[in-house]
T-cell receptor, first 115, second 109 residues
Framework: NAGVTQTPKFRVLKTGQSMTLLCAQD?????MYWYRQDPGMGLRLIHY???????AKGEVPDGYNVSRLKKQNFLLGLESAAPSQTSVYFC??????????????FGEGSWLTVV | GQNIDQPTEMTATEGAIVQINCTYQ??????LFWYQQHAGEAPTFLSY??LDGLEEKGRFSSFLSRSKGYSYLLLKELQMKDSASYLC??????????WGAGTKLIIKP
């Protein structure tokens, strides 16, 4: 059972470079999310999607873009990386509306360092 | 505003019982999750409460009082592997999850 997979797991970028984080889920979930987590802090929602072809801004969307062209994939892009974007990024998915089925399932995380 | 209040850190002894308290304020309410997060790993689901009362699942139990904006996670028969952060995560009326920094639980032999 793959669940939620994200790539790459580790990446070092130079300031100003661009990159894309890939997330795939095989649970047929409608909702997908991108979070970042900085040391000693809670998860902060960057962008999310409520279904194929839709995206919405979360709490900290600036400097990031996303796309959900297929239901199972959710891509997070950094157009011009900045040191402030050094963080751990978690992709997640969920299927709402079924009580405990609201559970969010997370990928293993992507450690991004911008130098 | 929306906020969550949990102790930053707690220490307990292997084999003992520990209760992690959480108070929250949200715009509307659609349930509350507890997640466990080991250092360097993703959060993993522990429990979900939407109605008042106690939900028991093995060594872990979670309690909710909606009128008080209060929840707790009870861990019994503590094991060293229970050393982790425990995240109290309420869901608001828009189904948005409100994440805090959680409680870091340290288990000592």
């Amino acid at each position: 059972n793959a669940g939620v997979t994200q790539t790459p797991k580790f990446r070092v970028l130079k300031t100003g470079q661009s990159m894309t984080l890939l997330c795939a889920q095989d649970m047929n979930h409608e909702y997908m999310y991108w979070y970042r987590q900085d040391p000693g802090m809670g998860l902060r929602l960057i962008h999310y999607s409520v279904g194929e072809g839709t995206t919405a801004k979360g709490e900290v969307p600036d400097g990031y873009n996303v796309s959900r062209l297929k239901k199972q994939n959710f891509l997070l892009g950094l157009e011009s990386a900045a040191p402030s974007q050094t963080s751990v990024y978690f992709c997640a998915s969920s299927y709402l509306g079924q009580g405990s089925g609201n559970t969010i399932y997370f990928g293993e995380g992507s450690w991004l360092t911008v130098v | 505003g929306q906020n969550i209040d949990q102790p930053t850190e707690m220490t307990a002894t292997e084999g003992a019982i520990v209760q992690i308290n959480c108070t929250y304020q949200t715009s509307g309410f659609n349930g509350l999750f507890w997640y466990q997060q080991h250092a360097g790993e993703a959060p993993t689901f522990l429990s979900y409460n939407v109605l008042d009362g106690l939900e028991e699942k093995g060594r872990f139990s979670s309690f909710l009082s909606r009128s008080k904006g209060y929840s707790y996670l009870l861990l019994k028969e503590l094991q060293m592997k229970d050393s982790a952060s425990y995240l109290c995560v309420p869901m608001d009326s828009n189904y948005q999850l409100i994440w805090g920094a959680g409680t870091k639980l340290i288990i000592k032999p």
